[in-house]
């Protein structure tokens, strides 16, 4: 065979594989636009369904739902009258998300990724975060009394102003958080890591349960002691 056919052979041959090599990129590049279509819609019935959610009979479920970045000011994932429970949100994606001043009593937060959510005023009274991640969130001035938040990771999360009675917060990661002016009468914090914590003006009380070895700073405000005086 001589060199010039070879170079044909060849030719053809790399000619074939890029026929085939690209069929396969522009298939896999149409799936991709198809996941990403389908994810695009689905995020958008998810925040349809948690919008519409006190309207339409408090019921569907929004676990693993799609509501990073979302807009859900003043939101109603309550119980509502004749219902224990809040809205379902296990395992649901939060991320930035803006759920200033909404209801979010007895809603059920387990495992949900909130980090760098906006929570401001938000009411999370008995709220279920266990293990949630709030990496930064801003919870200032948020209803957190009796929540469970067992290891939930607070990282510099903003706390400030928050009302923490009675929450469970056993083991969870409170490093570096502002805690500034922050209720904890009562609340559990054993295991909690506190390293970095800002506790200014914090309150609490001889109820209230720190982790072993801590010793609240001078500028916690104990006021049973203060009461005792």
Same mark, same amino acid.
């Given at each position: ?39 695009? *819609? ?30 859900? *000011? ?47 005023? +938000? !009411? ?6 266990? *293990? ?9 001035? #948020? ?18 102003? #928050? ?9 969870? !990661?409170?490093? *570096?958080?502002?805690?500034?002016? +922050? ?21 609490? !009380?001889?109820? +209230? ?5 801590? +010793? ?14």
């Amino acid at each position: 065979m001589n060199f010039e056919l070879q170079l044909v052979l060849l030719g053809g041959i790399i000619g074939i594989l890029g026929t085939i090599i690209g069929g396969i990129v522009e298939a896999l590049t149409e799936d991709w636009r198809a996941h990403r279509r389908e994810r695009l *819609r689905k995020r958008e019935q998810d925040i349809k369904t948690a919008l519409e959610w006190a309207t339409t009979g408090r019921k569907d479920s929004l676990r693993r739902a799609d509501l990073s970045g979302a807009d859900l *000011r003043g939101v109603d994932l309550g119980p509502g009258d004749g219902r224990e429970d809040g809205a379902d949100l296990r395992y649901s994606k939060l991320k930035q998300t803006d759920l200033a001043g909404a209801c979010l009593v007895r809603a059920n937060l387990e495992s949900a990724d909130l980090e760098e959510a906006y929570l401001v005023g +938000t !009411n999370l009274f008995k709220a279920n975060l266990g *293990r949630a991640r709030l990496q930064r969130a801003g919870l200032v001035a #948020a209803t957190l009394r009796g929540a469970f938040l067992v290891e939930a990771d607070l990282q510099k999360a903003f706390l400030d102003y #928050a009302s923490l009675e009675g929450a469970e917060l056993l083991a969870a !990661n409170l490093q *570096r958080a502002s805690l500034k002016e +922050t209720k904890l009468y009562t609340a559990n914090l054993s295991g909690a890591n506190l390293q970095g914590a800002s506790l200014t003006q914090a309150k609490y !009380n001889d109820a +209230t349960i720190w982790p072993d070895g801590f +010793t609240p700073p001078p500028e916690a405000v104990n006021v049973d002691a203060e009461e005792a005086e």
